[in-house]
């Protein structure tokens, strides 16, 4: 069968006057990219290493490529022109198709320039080898991806081993977006979120994959989240990523990954898995009204956590699963549910200083607790070396602890102000002020098949009422009615 074929144009493009310098870049390029005579499909733009000024946007066509020139000793840089203060964009896509972004830089200029690239409608853009710096405006972005309509969307977008660097937004992602993949970026110093995705309180399914970028922040004074999604974002995974604070935890409390999800009706996936997360001043994640699509598994938070935030700290969710994560040196709770239905913690793991001569840090290591907690399932889980109770329940109602493994913590396992609660073949042993703790605020329970020894001063205390305790291997309990 024979396959008909379009030749593809390499245009060189050359500089009209001037030196190339940051001081005198080259001007008045952009008629040879976007004057009627130039608007050819399928044309590839090689542009010599230095910097080139941009007067105004420049609109790429249908198969363009913009790219360096083969054999130059450096890359292209594209800038605002020193008299173009409060232009919108460097580079704009409306429209177009099979447009390719390679090996050239894109520089802001501070404020001078509110984005780097702006895609309205178009499919099968790929930015690849990039680098982006100074986008700092607050509304603006390196990239910004925002489809025009449902008849005008932007799909199949792939942005690939870029560097951003010094911005306010890395990557923002608006509505009408689909199938989208975010791989192997470097993200540094950005003020606010390196990755925003934000569908303006509509329902989105964004086919997003964010795989092995690294966020890094080493200016303490920064407070935006690291990555942001807001309500209304579905089908997004995020996977492999790092996420690096400053060194000891210095700086204003802030949010690795923030998400504020759709609510219990919101069943499409939302997945967080296998990323590592370190020294952050603040929560590792922080997940708001996510219903049964969201999962967070085989995550690494180190050296996470905040006075007002769990190192992963989960409100309002419902059927959420948060499983096999790693918690290492919290200084505050490592793992919190406050007013959740349905979820099930399971098989984390929670580890205070592993130093044993330092002062033990976090408080508890999984927490269950507000009124509005119904049948949360805390199974599998293991906490050692933290300096209060290594699972505390906490109001609510249903809730089941099973198989938890608990040593050299303050507290075994702490139960108050708790309805219902099942407490069934967990393991408790050398915590200090107790094993398994029921308060007098506790009504009707189920504690059975639990293995507590050598805790102190007591390994299991039941103080609430109607609570039903048998078959426990334990050295000294204490029961008041």
Request: hydrophobic residues 35%; charged residues 25%; proline residues 4%.
């Amino acid at each position: 069968m024979s396959v008909s074929t379009t030749p593809v144009e390499s245009v060189r493009v050359r500089p009209v006057s001037g030196c190339g310098t940051l001081e005198s870049p080259w001007a008045g390029w952009e008629d040879q990219v976007d004057s009627p005579t130039a608007r050819r499909e399928g044309q590839t733009l090689e542009f010599g290493s230095g910097f080139w000024a941009l007067s105004r946007p420049v609109r790429l066509r249908t198969g363009a490529t913009l790219t360096s020139a083969a054999g130059s000793d450096g890359r292209p840089w594209f800038l605002p022109a020193a008299n173009c203060r409060g232009m919108d964009t460097l580079f704009k896509i409306d429209g177009a198709h099979d447009v390719t972004l390679l090996n050239v830089c894109l520089n802001g200029r501070d404020k001078t320039t509110r984005h780097g690239l702006v895609v309205r409608c178009g499919t099968h853009v790929q930015v690849k080898a990039c680098r982006f710096g100074d986008f700092r405006d607050d509304e603006g972005a390196a990239i910004l991806l925002c489809g025009e309509s449902e008849d005008r969307p932007v799909r199949e977008i792939v942005v690939q081993d870029c560097k951003f660097l010094n911005g306010f937004h890395g990557i923002r992602l608006e509505r009408d977006l689909s199938d989208l993949l975010i791989h192997g970026n470097r993200f540094e110093e950005i003020e606010g979120p390196a990755l925003r995705i934000d569908p303006k309180d509509r329902w989105a399914d964004f086919g997003l994959i964010a795989v092995q970028n690294r966020i890094i922040r080493n200016n303490a004074a920064n407070r935006g989240s690291y990555l942001t999604i807001l309500p209304g974002a579905e089908g997004i995974r995020l996977a492999d990523n790092s996420f690096e604070g400053p060194e000891g935890r210095r700086g204003e409390p802030c949010t690795a990954v923030e998400i504020r999800g759709g609510g219990p009706m919101s069943r499409r996936r939302l997945e967080l898995v296998n990323n590592r997360i370190s020294c952050v001043p603040g929560a590792a994640v922080h997940a708001r009204q996510c219903g049964p699509g969201f999962l967070a598994a085989g995550n690494h938070a180190i050296s996470c956590g905040g006075d007002e935030h769990a190192v992963l700290h989960f409100e309002a969710c419902h059927g959420i699963v948060v499983e096999d994560n790693e918690v290492r040196e919290p200084s505050s709770v490592g793992i919190l549910a406050r007013d959740c239905a349905r979820a099930r913690l399971n098989g984390n793991d929670v580890e205070g200083s592993c130093d044993g001569l330092a002062p033990r840090g976090g408080t508890s290591g999984v927490a269950v607790t507000g009124d509005g907690s119904v049948r949360v399932r805390v199974t599998d889980n293991r906490a050692h070396g933290l300096r209060e109770s290594g699972i505390r329940v906490e109001g609510g109602r249903g809730t089941r602890v099973v198989g938890n493994e608990i040593q050299d913590c303050g507290a075994g396992i702490r139960v108050q102000k708790t309805r219902r609660v099942v407490l069934v073949g967990n393991d408790c042993r050398d915590n200090g002020d107790g094993g398994i703790l029921l308060e007098p605020d506790t009504a009707r329970g189920y504690v059975a098949l639990n293995y507590a020894i050598l805790n102190g001063p007591c390994d299991l205390v039941v103080r609430g009422q109607g609570v039903r305790v048998h078959d426990n291997k334990v050295d000294r309990e204490s029961r008041e009615a």
